[in-house]
């Protein structure tokens, strides 16, 4: 437990290849089942998706993304890496929330995605949103801690 309590309070930024998974599915689920609890057990609320569960930090500064299946993994590498890019080129990209992956048990290797807390954007804000908003899955966008546009799920 110690060991997912340094991880949650600073993960590494390591991303992977999905390949590394497919013969690991029913060692993942477990491990997976574990690390939701744990979070649970600290108070994250989580919000359950169709391929990830977001648990945010009771503090609204966290959000650690645990995938719930193969999608959900490619959904935190692709994050993460659309992070990447947006940094390297800011003007060519969508913003995406700082984010990283990290793995909360080296020997199964399950990529978690850590993302600062996006507060969404109100339904009076839609109509003012650049065009980039409208190719992010469900208009999921919202203001980061420094107040900037971003989008919190692709």
Same mark, same amino acid.
């Given at each position: ?15 992977? &290849? ?10 993942? !689920? ?16 989580? !919000?359950?998706?169709?391929t990830?569960?977001?648990?945010? &930090? ?9 995938? #719930? ?9 692709? !994050? ?9 080129? =800011? ?19 399950? =990529?978690?995605?850590?993302?600062r ?6 339904? &009076?804000?839609?109509?003012?949103? =650049?065009?980039?908003? &409208? ?13 900037? #546009? ?5």
């Open positions: 437990m110690k060991q997912w309590i340094d991880i949650v309070e600073g993960a590494t930024h390591n991303l992977v &290849s999905f390949a590394e998974y497919g013969e690991h599915a029913s060692l993942l !689920e477990g491990h997976v089942v574990s690390f939701m609890t744990f979070l649970e057990n600290l108070n994250w609320t989580c !919000e359950l998706g169709r990830r569960a977001a648990f945010v &930090s009771p503090d609204h500064k966290k959000v650690i993304k645990v995938p #719930l299946c193969d999608e959900g993994i490619l959904g935190n590498n692709m !994050e993460a890496r659309a992070f990447q890019r947006h940094n390297s080129a =800011p003007d060519t990209y969508i913003p995406i929330a700082a984010c990283r992956i990290f793995y909360a048990d080296a020997d199964i290797g399950v =990529p978690m995605l850590m993302m807390y996006v507060k969404p954007v109100s339904a &009076s804000e839609y109509k003012d949103l =650049p065009a980039w908003a &409208s190719m992010v899955d469900g208009f999921q966008v919202g203001r980061d801690h420094k107040n900037n #546009l971003v989008a919190y799920d692709l």
